[in-house]
């Protein structure tokens, strides 16, 4: 059943139901130019901004929606992540809003907040193919304590990130999101361009998305060389240690507040990162082995860090790995620095940034390089909606994650461990169905399974059952499509559809649109070795079989989640060996099941021998 956004969508025909965008797709944008300053005594962030917002949709628009992410500090403000009370603050305070349309009259009529978005109404409405120019000064603090993806970490390590005022995402099938942030949601932000200068005091230094202009008049020529030098290298390269910064070798001059100006281009965000004393690594490779191009891969850290001095090997192995094999599309950027917070825990992924925890286990800090770096694909490439689903991005970024611990770390066993935290939701009241918005969900475990977990899954058996080579063609399709774009789940359905050739409802319904769950059983085994298999939860999944035979030999079978393409709920495996069967078990540690009390048979007449 399609929702009546997404059939007023096809009838528009800004989407089609083949997958493919509409002859009438559009989506709006904004050019950023802000100026901050951070003062780090008082961590607090001014800045002036100025936005060209293009309405390139066909409504009349009378009003616009701006996030004012910052007033999820704000005292009063419903949240659904616990903050620390010293970090509640006024939220993000602003001044001289001003609305102009491109004659330069002023158009702003009046303005009202919600939770965390600012609605200005305007004066003069914004016609279709128009812009309009927003501006205002604004500040906030930064919180201290509670880090909801950013915040001053200690030590002079800032990570600014959910920060600027931003014009919120009208689109074609909700209009303007009004989602509220509530430190859960992450992203849904449109393709945007940015021109950042950020004055930061004597000694800091700034890693950002987007390309540095000026690092020519920043940092001292042996470090200017060093990264020329990266930027062509294979190897993993020691641009400066925090030992360097201490004796002033890095910066030209770490006596005076400097300006940093980045620039970038049709990113859906912008953050960036600021430390005084820290050591950073880089190295690049051969993303597109088409065009030759390179990537620059780096880790900025502090020297307290365990795992960090091997970050940069980590996230070398992640890039690569995502532009060769999985998802199999060159690195869309021109660099991806994983910056420590100088803490143990936590993940954030930016555009070109990664905000990353030191956790003590390298299994674990790896997996979390490599997580945070594959959202430059999911959601960031393809624009997808995150509040309202999140597992079309951290579903892929927690099925990716899967190949790095297999290459590196293997006794991590992390394939097993998701299966089982799948297991422990699934099929129970808390399990909501995967289409359900995202945002509505308050339950953090029904959340974590329906973004992660149960996606996770659902596209790990998807691959096994198409084989690598279809399953990727079913991918590109819908890459080759919608990135820079903003695909909604039926686009994603379609395009795998269309892409693969195949017909994949009867795999999609049960794992997206049902509750259907994780449940298998030996049914019954006959004596001409006939097994039934029952699927008790009605979710497809592979059936492996584990058989011994009465002469002592045994087999393996397996079958892909293909199986239960008839819809039936029952299928009959005929272990064709010849010999006589002594027990079966079905399932592995990697198939998920609830209940695998049936999945055993031991041939009755063998039990009292
Ligand atoms: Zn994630």
Redesign the pocket.
């Known amino acids: 059943m399609i929702p009546r956004e997404i059939k007023k969508a096809y009838q528009n025909q800004t989407r089609s139901i083949s997958g493919l965008p509409g002859p009438n797709y559009w989506q709006n944008y904004s050019d950023y130019t802000i100026e901050a300053t951070l003062n780090a005594n008082e961590s607090k962030l001014n800045g002036h901004e100025l936005v060209i917002y293009h309405n390139e949709s066909p409504d009349t628009l009378s009003r616009i929606v701006v996030r004012m992410y910052q007033d999820f500090y704000k005292k009063g403000n419903a949240r659904s992540w616990k903050i620390d009370p010293s970090d509640v603050t006024n939220g993000m305070e602003f001044d001289n809003l001003k609305v102009t349309d491109f004659s330069g009259k002023d158009i702003y009529k009046r303005d009202y907040a919600s939770v965390t978005n600012l609605t200005v109404v305007l004066s003069q409405p914004l016609l279709p193919g128009d812009s309009l120019m927003l501006e205002m000064d604004w500040s906030f603090l930064i919180p201290q304590k509670s880090w909801n993806r950013m915040g001053n970490y200690g030590n002079d390590i800032f990570m600014i990130a959910y920060w600027y005022p931003q014009i919120a995402v009208y689109d074609d099938i909700d209009g303007w999101d009004k989602i509220e942030f509530n430190g859960v949601t992450e992203f849904y932000n449109d393709f945007n361009n940015y021109d950042v200068t950020i004055t930061v005091p004597p000694g800091f230094m700034v890693w950002a998305t987007g390309d540095l202009q000026n690092g020519a008049d920043l940092f001292s020529k042996s470090v200017l060389n060093k990264i020329e030098e990266a930027c062509v290298s294979d190897e993993i390269n020691m641009l400066f240690t925090a030992q360097d910064c201490r004796k002033g070798k890095v910066l030209k001059n770490r006596k005076k507040k400097s300006e940093w100006h980045f620039k970038a281009e049709y990113v859906t965000d912008f953050t960036f990162g600021l430390a005084k004393e820290v050591n950073w690594q880089g190295s690049s490779l051969v993303v597109d082995t088409v065009t030759g191009r390179r990537a620059f891969v780096d880790a900025v850290y502090p020297d307290s860090m365990i795992t960090f001095p091997q970050a940069a090997e980590w996230c070398r192995w992640s890039v690569d790995f995502m532009s060769k094999e999985l998802p199999g599309v060159p690195f869309p950027y021109s660099h991806m620095t994983s910056w420590s917070n100088g803490r143990r825990t936590g993940g954030m992924?930016s555009p070109m940034m990664a905000n990353d925890g030191d956790p003590t286990s390298k299994a674990s800090a790896a997996g979390l390089f490599f997580?945070e770096i594959s959202?430059s694909y999911f959601p960031f490439y393809m624009g997808t909606n995150e509040r309202k689903y999140a597992w079309m991005d951290?579903g892929w970024?927690a099925y990716f994650t899967r190949f790095i611990y297999d290459s590196l770390f293997s006794d991590y066993h992390y394939a097993e461990r998701m299966i089982s935290t799948f297991e422990r939701v699934s099929g129970t009241e808390k399990e909501v169905v995967l289409m359900t918005p995202s945002y509505l969900i308050a339950d953090w475990q029904s959340y974590r399974s329906h973004a992660y977990n149960r996606s996770s899954a659902a596209y790990t058996f998807l691959r096994d059952m198409l084989g690598d080579d279809l399953f990727k063609q079913g991918l590109h399709t819908y890459m080759m499509r919608w990135h820079g774009r903003h695909p909604m789940p039926y686009d994603f359905f379609a395009s795998m559809e269309e892409g693969t050739g195949q017909s994949l409802k009867w795999y999609f319904s049960p794992w997206f649109f049902e509750k259907a769950y994780a449940d298998m059983g030996i049914k019954k085994v006959t004596l001409d070795n006939k097994v039934t298999i029952q699927n008790y939860g009605g979710l497809p999944l592979p059936v492996q079989l584990s058989c011994e035979f009465e002469d002592g030999t045994t087999e393996e079978i397996y079958r892909t989640a293909a199986v239960w393409q008839s819809g039936l709920d029952a299928v009959v495996i005929d272990v064709e060996s010849g010999k006589k069967i002594k027990s079966i078990r079905l399932g592995s540690e990697r198939i998920p099941d609830v209940n695998r009390a049936n999945n055993e048979f031991v041939l009755e007449n063998e039990r009292g021998n």
């Open positions: 992924e997580h959202h951290e970024a």
